[in-house]
């Protein structure tokens, strides 16, 4: 048996993916670039994953939804960026079936979910996913994010779907380590400047948390981590990280997932792209991808 490699029971891990700006998509950088090696190494570790199932802080609704396209279409939502950014497609088929089933184990969770079947990808679901499966060949369920709720919260909705990574199904959170629209636009950095202090020791303080599983101090991240307010000033693209959390299995249930950092970048002076895997298979993907 190979040691590297996990056993055929071993569940997927869940991921946190920083999508940062939408121009990911046209200049993809360092966190394009291990986007682009993570979906061969998952393949290569379980096989290709059945669906895709993902958040995004860009489709937010008051109480969750869980979007059962057919097929959907690429959504262009954002403005002032190169007419190439516009032309990109990526229109993966849906899971009517699997969106049903997920609305159901919300709703037995006592989550008030809503299957639609309506559909669409905004960009932070198709700039991170035209990166991991580039040929459009994984379904995608995307689960609608809740920006006014608590990390707390997230994590119970993300442990509800505890099951999918053990029938193959991946779970992704798409958002981004740091996110400071107004820092960004009001005093921009070339996208090459060196990281600044504040980025530094928040991204640090995330890495240690996560991987000795600290979850209580994660959950009060806005009174414990560093520069927690100039990191996010909202909480809508750092909810994710928990959504992915807490969907991954564990050996106690009732005790969130223990993380790992696969990934470490930094545009801009303070836009992190790390990325982060949770769950009992994290080990065996970050050796895969030589982390």
């Not at 193959?168 to 996110?179: E, M």
């Not at 070339?190 to 991204?203: K, S």
Request: aromatic share 8%.
């Amino acid at each position: 048996m190979d040691p590297t490699k996990p056993t055929q029971d071993t569940p997927l891990p869940t991921l946190f993916l920083s999508h940062g700006s939408p121009m990911i998509a046209l200049e993809p950088g360092a966190a394009g670039q291990f986007m682009r090696e993570l979906g061969p190494a998952i393949d290569q570790l379980w096989g290709r994953p059945k669906a895709v199932v993902i958040m995004s802080p860009h489709t937010a609704t008051r109480t969750p939804f869980v979007l059962g396209a057919a097929h959907h279409q690429t959504i262009h939502d954002f403005g002032g960026f190169p007419a190439a950014l516009y032309e990109i497609r990526y229109e993966a088929a849906g899971a009517p079936a699997l969106a049903q089933e997920i609305t159901r184990l919300l709703t037995k969770a006592g989550l008030p979910a809503q299957f639609t079947p309506q559909g669409g990808l905004d960009h932070g679901i198709w700039t991170t996913l035209m990166h991991v499966y580039p040929q459009v060949d994984v379904p995608v369920v995307p689960v609608s994010l809740m920006p006014h709720t608590k990390p707390a919260d997230m994590l119970a909705l993300g442990r509800a779907l505890r099951s999918l990574s053990k029938q193959g199904i991946l779970v992704i959170g798409s958002g981004s380590l740091t996110h400071n629209l107004q820092r960004f636009f009001g005093s921009p950095s070339p996208i090459d400047a060196p990281e600044e202090e504040d980025c530094a020791a928040f991204r640090a303080w995330v890495d240690n948390r996560t991987r000795v599983a600290d979850w209580p101090a994660l959950l009060d991240y806005r009174a414990q981590a560093p520069y927690a307010r100039e990191m996010h000033p909202t909480d809508e693209h750092w909810l994710p990280f928990y959504f992915a959390a807490g969907a991954a299995v564990e050996g106690d249930a009732s005790v969130p997932a223990q993380g790992m950092r696969l990934h470490s970048s930094v545009t801009h002076g303070h836009l992190a792209l790390d990325a982060y895997g949770f769950g009992p298979g994290v080990e065996a993907l970050a050796r895969q991808m030589g982390v």
